[in-house]
């Protein structure tokens, strides 16, 4: 596979400096123009629907994560309202291969409020986060991040519906 260069528009930048801010650690960056990605998601994740899934895995043959799987449910719905919530699993469903719940965003700043959220308020549970790019199989496995303990997926699911679309 072939990756772009993340430095491609850069080519005639000047170069950057190598000194250090007081703390002794951090580099100084020159002052420049906001990046995009504060307002909006880089191509190719798609916002024409959501732009990111979040979602939230639980054991539910244990009864004290599912217990705090319900309570950080209604949680997220009391604190996030704005965002795209869906049901409570209680079994496993599509590729997912344990129990769990789905949030939508939609922003690049709703997305970062609920990842910032979720590292500190997740308990237990793993969270699978992946774009939606139009591309279910590449969101589901070479894009998807993971807090906590990754799960397998089954992603003979995604590849029929890739083969399909």
Known sequence: MTWTSPL????NAEPLPTTTNPDGKSLYNPPAPKSEAYEKFPAPID???NAFDFHIYYMQTDPEQAKFAGELHERI???FPELRIYKFWDRPIGPHPVAMFEVNTFTPLQ?????GWL???RGPC???IHPNTNDEF??????????????PINTDVLNVKRLHH
């Open 111 to 115: 997305t970062g409020t609920l990842f």
């Open 126 to 128: 793993s969270v699978l």
């Open 8 to 11: 491609a528009g850069y080519e």
């Open 77 to 79: 719905r009391r604190e």
């Open 47 to 49: 916002m024409s629907n």
């Open 138 to 151: 590449k969101d589901h496995t070479e894009l998807v991040s993971w807090m906590g303990t990754p799960w």
């Open 119 to 121: 590292v500190v308020n």
